[in-house]
């Protein structure tokens, strides 16, 4: 009976195997890598959904969108800071190539003449998150 089983059981899982491509093994790993991501940013202290540290809300949504691969402001916003939240210990999934040009086209064309100024007060939002982050990743220390 064993032995029976154990026939049944190996057919099925050739049948059922399936075949990736390097790039398809590689988005699937780059996903869950985001994933992963997200969940200890949101299990930390500075990400913690208690936590009030000015521009976390960005940087938790902007997690999310990377991970589900969103050109979003959020996201091109943490592309852009990815490697002074690395610095702190937040790991940033694989970002958007080129997110400061991304990031102004895409104000460019939700706020027209407005871009700038948008632009400018979302980058300073990041720059307050990361040096706040930054003091109470020393507090905590």
Same mark, same amino acid.
């Given at each position: 009976?064993?032995? $029976?089983?154990?026939?049944?059981?190996?057919?099925?899982?050739? #049948?059922?195997?399936?075949? &990736?491509?390097?790039?398809?093994?590689?988005?699937? @790993? /780059?996903?869950?890598?985001?994933?992963? *991501?997200?969940?200890? =940013?949101?299990?930390?202290?500075?990400?913690?959904?208690?936590?009030?540290?000015?521009?976390?809300?960005?940087? #938790?949504? +902007?997690? #999310?969108?990377? *991970?589900?691969?969103? %050109?979003?402001?959020?996201? &091109?916003?943490?592309?852009?800071?990815?490697?002074? &939240?690395?610095?702190?210990?937040?790991?940033?999934?694989? +970002?958007?190539?080129?997110?400061?040009?991304?990031? =102004?086209? &895409?104000?460019?064309?939700? %706020?027209?003449?407005? /871009? %700038?100024? #948008? $632009?400018? /007060?979302? @980058?300073?939002?990041?720059?307050?998150?990361?040096?706040? *982050? *930054?003091?109470? +990743?020393?507090? %905590?220390?």
């Amino acid at each position: 009976m064993r032995q $029976y089983l154990a026939d049944i059981g190996r057919r099925g899982g050739i #049948r059922s195997r399936r075949v &990736l491509t390097p790039e398809q093994a590689r988005a699937m @790993v /780059a996903g869950r890598e985001a994933k992963r *991501a997200v969940r200890e =940013f949101e299990q930390s202290v500075i990400g913690a959904p208690s936590s009030d540290l000015p521009g976390v809300e960005i940087v #938790r949504a +902007g997690l #999310r969108d990377l *991970a589900q691969r969103q %050109h979003s402001t959020d996201a &091109l916003l943490v592309s852009m800071a990815a490697p002074r &939240l690395a610095r702190l210990g937040i790991r940033v999934p694989a +970002g958007i190539p080129h997110p400061e040009d991304a990031l =102004f086209d &895409l104000l460019e064309r939700q %706020h027209g003449q407005a /871009a %700038h100024a #948008r $632009y400018n /007060a979302l @980058v300073r939002r990041m720059v307050s998150f990361a040096r706040t *982050a *930054a003091a109470v +990743g020393r507090q %905590h220390a």
